[in-house]
T-cell receptor
Framework: DAKTTQPPSMDCAEGRAANLPCNHS???????VYWYRQIHSQGPQYIIH???NNETNEMASLIITEDRKSSTLILPHATLRDTAVYYC???????????FGTGTRLTIIP | EADIYQTPRYLVIGTGKKITLECSQT?????MYWYQQDPGMELHLIHY???????EKGDLSSESTVSRIRTEHFPLTLESARPSHTSQYLC???????????????FGEGSRLTVL
């Protein structure tokens, strides 16, 4: 799996959009970008994934650059419950050795 | 809603004891995983399984062993627990083929092991 780089921490004001960047410059053509988050010490929770098109679901939006070397997870209206560690992972189907990395610790400020 | 369960949630045990952490999922997922995570640290893959009778070691070397005799069950065993095994163990499952497949992992709530 391609290595990803994320900022170690970010703050965001409650009610504002939280934009979390991820660099994956060595991504290959058949690898997807997945985002998870982990609240406190609970099991990580899947948020969204994409290949090359932008994606949106009820939790977030995922913007992938045209060259696919980076992506941004957008939480449109952050709440205090969005405080968590967010992981960006690149994975090809059939490769089960998922590497989570250190992620971004997002703190939502009241 | 994910249906993956881990027991026990918390376990405090003495050195040298044998322990088994249970993980069960009712989603019919073919792939299952065990991750180890120390507080505030990264998740490390220690074991995974493609299906029944298939087990593989992950990236982090572990003295634990796993088995996959039934699709829904993926227990992890430590034959002789040591203080260095103190950690949180997270089980996950996924489906990567068929119309439902998105490849995402569904995690259990974890088993926090303390070895004295």
């Amino acid at each position: 799996d391609a290595k990803t780089t994320q900022p170690p921490s970010m703050d965001c004001a409650e009610g504002r959009a939280a934009n979390l960047p991820c660099n994956h410059s060595t991504i290959s053509g058949n690898e997807y970008v997945y985002w998870y988050r982990q609240i406190h010490s609970q099991g990580p929770q899947y948020i969204i994934h994409g290949l090359k098109n932008n994606e949106t679901n009820e939790m977030a939006s995922l913007i992938i650059t045209e060259d696919r070397k980076s992506s941004t997870l957008i939480l449109p209206h952050a709440t205090l419950r969005d405080t968590a560690v967010y992981y960006c992972i690149v994975r090809g189907f059939g490769n089960e050795k998922l590497t989570f990395g250190t992620g971004t610790r997002l703190t939502i400020i009241p | 809603e994910a249906d993956i369960y881990q027991t026990p949630r918390y376990l405090v045990i003495g050195t040298g004891k044998k322990i088994t952490l249970e993980c069960s999922q009712t989603m019919g997922h073919d792939k299952m995983y065990w991750y180890q995570q120390d507080p505030g640290m990264e998740l490390h893959l220690i074991h995974y399984s493609y299906g029944v009778n298939s087990t593989e070691k992950g990236d982090l070397s572990s003295e634990s062993t796993v088995s996959r005799i039934r699709t829904e069950h993926f227990p992890l065993t430590l034959e002789s627990a040591r203080p260095s095994h103190t950690s949180q163990y997270l089980c996950a499952s996924s489906v990567t083929s068929g119309p439902r497949a998105k490849g995402e992992l569904f995690f259990g709530e974890g088993s926090r092991l303390t070895v004295l």
